[in-house]
């Protein structure tokens, strides 16, 4: 076996990986019992895309893929600080405590 052939092999694992992921991510998106479990698949799916576009870089050769892969991770992160505020500031508006605050 060359090393381009198990190149294409293990991308093409890496892609069925990938969808495979992809696809519990999703169920749990749309099944999680808790905002805070969708949250975080959400965030998964931001990992998966991320994974997707660094096996395509390795795939095609494009370097630049590398600079887009960043920007989305830096995205996810953002979101997933702005969710988390989000459901912390909805527990407030409840009347629950906040985590932080012990009595």
Same mark, same amino acid.
């Given at each position: 076996?060359?090393?381009?052939?198990?190149? *294409?092999?293990?991308?093409?694992?890496?892609?069925?990986?990938?969808? $495979?992921? %992809?696809? =519990? +991510? @999703?169920?749990?998106? $749309?099944?999680?019992? +808790?905002?805070? !479990?969708?949250?975080?698949? =959400? &965030?998964?799916?931001? #990992?998966?895309?991320?994974? %997707?576009?660094? @096996?395509?870089?390795? /795939?095609?050769?494009? +370097?630049?893929?590398? !600079?887009?892969?960043?920007?989305?991770? $830096? @995205?996810?992160?953002? /979101?997933?600080?702005?969710?988390?505020? %989000? @459901? =912390?500031?909805?527990?407030? #508006? *409840?009347?629950? #405590?906040?985590? &932080?605050?012990?009595?």
């Amino acid at each position: 076996m060359s090393g381009a052939s198990f190149l *294409e092999f293990s991308v093409q694992v890496a892609f069925a990986a990938l969808s $495979l992921a %992809f696809l =519990l +991510t @999703v169920l749990r998106v $749309l099944k999680g019992p +808790t905002l805070p !479990d969708r949250i975080l698949a =959400l &965030d998964m799916m931001v #990992a998966i895309g991320i994974g %997707f576009i660094a @096996v395509t870089g390795l /795939a095609t050769g494009v +370097t630049y893929n590398v !600079d887009i892969a960043i920007a989305l991770g $830096l @995205v996810g992160f953002l /979101a997933t600080v702005a969710f988390a505020r %989000f @459901v =912390l500031s909805r527990r407030v #508006a *409840e009347g629950q #405590a906040r985590p &932080d605050s012990q009595s």
